[in-house]
Each structure stands twice: as C-alpha cells, then as structure tokens.
C-alpha cells in the first residue's frame, strides 16, 4: 500500500458517509484513526440524498452545518407511500436533500482536518484478533500491507467484507422484491410521487439540473440473486409496463436495485472488531432511514470508542453500543418492513393502506410515526430514575450563560459531556471537578416556554443524549459514563 501505516489505535473500514463520521469523531478525540477504503475515488452516485430531523441535529451539535450551504427541506414524508407530516419540535424538522457525493465531501475534509488518513484503492483480505489488538491485512496498489489496531470498525457497507471475514450471525430475511432506480437525463415524464398503477408502483422526481430519478417495481415480480447491477434495459421495460412510458432514449447516470432485504446483526461488537451502518444492518432504503440509522450509529459508538482508547472507561462502555444501537436497528427495520409491504405489495394491501392513511389523520399517531421515522423519539435506557428527559436527546433550546446566548447545539460543539444547570443557582452548584478533560459544567437559564423551562438539572453524554437529570445520582452516572474521576 502506498503510504503504508503498520499500526494505528483504530481501523475503519469504508469511507461513505458512516466511516467519514467516525472517523472525524475519533479523530477529533486525539485517536489515530486510519480508513481504508477499496474505491479509488469517493462515489459519483448519490443514491442516499435524505437526511432526517435527527442527523441534522447531530451536525449542528458539531458545527458542520454551514458547510453543507443551504439544502432543500420539506416536512412533508411519508409512510409507506402514504403522506406525513414529519413536524415535530426540532431545530430541523422534517426531511432534508443533501446529495450523498456532498455528504461525503463534508465528512471526509472534516475528518482529515481533524487529522484521519484515508487510504483509498485499499481492499481488506483478512482481520485476525489477537491479544490485545486486530491485524487487518489489505492489498493495494502497492502491494500488501498489515495494519495492527486497538479496534477495527466496519463501516464497509451491506455487503461487508468484515462481516463476511470475522463469520459474524447476520440473521433475517432475503429479498422477495425490488425497486429499479436510476438517474436519467433527457427524459420527460411527469413527476409521480409513490403511484400506485394497475401494474405496479413508479416514483419520478426531476430535478433542477433536469436530471430525473425514476424507481420502479413490477407488482409479482421477484427479486433473484445479481452477480452486478441491474441494467438500464431492465429499468426502462419495467417503466414502459407500469406506466406505458418510454424512457429509452434517456442516458442513464447510474443504475441500481435494491430489494426488501431485512438482516440485523446478532451482535455489533465481536470482541475487538464493530460494525456500523450497513454493515451492522441490511434493509429497504425506504425514505432515506438506512443513511440515517448508520450515521447515527457512529455518532453513538465514536465518543465511546475514544474513551476507552484514551483510558477513561473500560471496554464494558462498547456494550452499551450493541445494547443501545441494536434496539434502535430492530425497530428501525420493522417499520421498514411494515412500509416495503405497503409500497410493494399488489392490490390485497389496499384495504391496509386505507386503514393507515385514515389513522395517520390523528394527531398522536401522526406524531408517533414522524417520531420514529425522524429518530427524534429516540430513547436510550439509562437506568433508573424519572426525570422526562432521562435518555432522550438534549432538546433544542437557547439559553442564557454567563451573559451570552447559546443554543444547546453550541454547547456540544467541542464534543465533550455536558453538565448543565438550569435551576438558576437554587439548591447550590453541582460537583464535577474530577472530570474537566471529561465533562464541561454550564450554568444558564431557559427562557418560558423554551423545550428546557423547568428541566433542572441534566448530564448530557458527546452524543446528545440526557444521561442523568434531577437531584441524586451524579456521581454514579458521571462515573459510569465517563469513567472514574482524576
């Protein structure tokens, strides 16, 4: 490999958007990370181009929003091809386009400025455990090359090389059906959102450089094992039968299928080994929940990682990864399952679609769906304790500190814990002191009506979410959290 680095404390493995987000949270951290990636240059196709209310939140608590400039939004979504409104409190509500190729762009600038080397044209032949560390074999341009780590996280998509190596239980079901996709220029029809015809579903959305992505699926047809992609011919018959249209002529970007796959892995951390993204999780990319639910992932796993790399916690933090983010994934790919059902199935999931468009009409369930499509209801169990933001996220909020405003988002921008007091100096200050490399103590106020009026008093974790809120218990969840003090 050219540039070969023999060790490093961290391998990941893929640079899309889940491993260049690792890799910057790591990297950000003081852990040298080193990312091997088996394309020769970052993707051209932008497949995954929805980011939800959550991952939004989730970079703005970074400060890399702005380098994304200014995204198309839209609240409304949808459930199985049936309409949703995705309004729920949040600094991003809603839906957000961001084309994968810009994604990967941002992440990957940030995690090299951070200090991550990519190595790219790098193919991953062999990951061997041994004591106390992972050897990782590649071959490259330059020949082959071992790479000895602390950890190695897999971030190397549904087909993971990893996964496959390390023989990891990967349990669920195959593909029944698929959807045809694919970019296409110099086509003309008219845009169809989630259309259900006689003879199948067809999804067109032109966009504003003309180009129009087209998905569609033939009802009864079956998806069959692929040695490579579909083609732009099986695309344009499948197109003609559903609609009678014909995009023939058209120039394809790029082609693709994806199927209703549903496969989670039975653990997501095999000892020194992890997985994250899709090689954690194989399912319908329905609505751009699949990018979402693994740069979530990493956003969940980096903080944790860092610590133990640097000494702070013991290696008992990485299993509340699989614990937190394996049920996450379970649920995720259940209500993934529930829509490919109503988006693929022929006319005998008319009477259930019925049902649902009629119930989504109520406010508490519409805020239901929106919340787990959004990842915005996202609840880690925390142990005990009552308090209502006890393992939600931090919600959004500005506040008053020592004379300035900030948002709650700001506060997280160094990547740190956070312990923050908003009782305005009743029942005295709140003891932190064998954390300051760990946890960062803000006093402020939250003006009324604001998500935090009247919260108290809570401990936020790197990643946003409460850790621990009310009166007793602080030590105990700062110590769990963030190791013993110093």
Not at 82 to 87: A, G, N, Q, S
Not at 110 to 138: H, L, P, S
Not at 344 to 357: I, K, M, W
Not at 448 to 460: C, F
Request: charged share 25%; hydrophobic share 40%.
């Amino acid at each position: 490999m050219a540039e070969d680095r023999s060790s490093a404390d961290v391998v990941v493995v893929g640079a899309g958007p889940v491993g260049l987000l690792l890799a910057g949270e790591l990297a950000g951290a003081g852990v040298d990370v080193v990312v091997l990636e088996r394309l020769d240059v970052p993707t051209t196709a932008s497949r995954a181009s929805t980011l939800h209310a959550r991952t939004m939140e989730i970079l703005d608590s970074r400060g890399l929003l702005p380098r994304f400039g200014r995204p198309l939004s839209e609240l409304r979504g949808h459930f199985g091809g049936i309409p949703l409104d995705l309004t729920l409190p949040s600094s991003h509500p809603g839906q957000w386009k961001v084309p994968q190729t810009t994604t990967e762009a941002v992440l990957q600038e940030w995690a090299i400025a951070r200090g991550a080397v990519i190595r790219r044209g790098i193919e991953v032949t062999d990951v061997a455990e041994g004591t106390g560390q992972v050897a990782v074999r590649a071959a490259g341009r330059g020949g082959e090359a071992v790479v000895r780590a602390s950890y190695v996280v897999a971030c190397d998509g549904e087909d993971s090389t990893v996964r496959r190596l390390v023989g990891a239980d990967f349990p669920g079901q195959d593909a029944g059906r698929e959807l045809l996709r694919a970019d296409v220029d110099g086509i003309d029809v008219p845009d169809r959102r989630f259309e259900r015809l006689p003879e199948g579903l067809a999804i067109a959305a032109r966009r504003a450089d003309g180009v129009t992505r087209v998905m569609v699926h033939d009802f009864g047809a079956r998806a069959g094992h692929r040695d490579s992609e579909a083609s732009f011919e099986e695309v344009a018959a499948a197109w003609k039968q559903v609609t009678g249209e014909d995009i023939s002529a058209g120039t394809p970007l790029w082609v693709n299928s994806f199927g209703d796959v549903s496969r989670l892995l039975a653990r997501y951390r095999h000892g020194r080994v992890l997985f994250a993204g899709d090689a954690a999780h194989k399912q319908m990319p329905i609505g751009g929940q699949a990018l979402n639910l693994g740069l979530q992932d990493a956003f969940n796993l980096g903080w944790k990682l860092a610590a133990v790399i640097r000494g702070q916690n013991g290696e008992e933090l990485l299993d509340t990864y699989h614990d937190e983010r394996h049920a996450v994934g379970t649920r995720v790919l259940v209500n993934i399952r529930a829509q490919a059902l109503m988006l693929l199935g022929g006319p005998d999931v008319e009477p259930l679609r019925s049902v649902l468009a009629e119930l989504i009409g109520h406010e508490e369930i519409r805020a239901h769906l929106a919340g787990m499509i959004s990842g915005l209801d996202i609840r880690y169990d925390m142990g005990g304790g009552s308090h209502p933001l006890l393992g939600a996220r931090l919600p959004h909020a500005t506040l008053r500190a020592g004379g300035d405003r900030v948002t709650t988002a700001a506060l997280l921008h160094g990547g740190s814990g956070l312990l923050l007091d908003l009782r305005g100096g009743r029942g005295g200050g709140l003891e932190c002191a064998g954390w300051p490399d760990r946890v960062t103590a803000v006093n402020g106020r939250a003006g009324p009506g604001s998500a935090l009026d009247g919260a108290g008093a809570v401990l936020v974790r790197p990643d946003g979410y409460v850790a621990w809120a009310g009166d007793e218990g602080l030590t105990e969840a700062l110590t769990r959290w963030f190791g013993p003090a110093r």
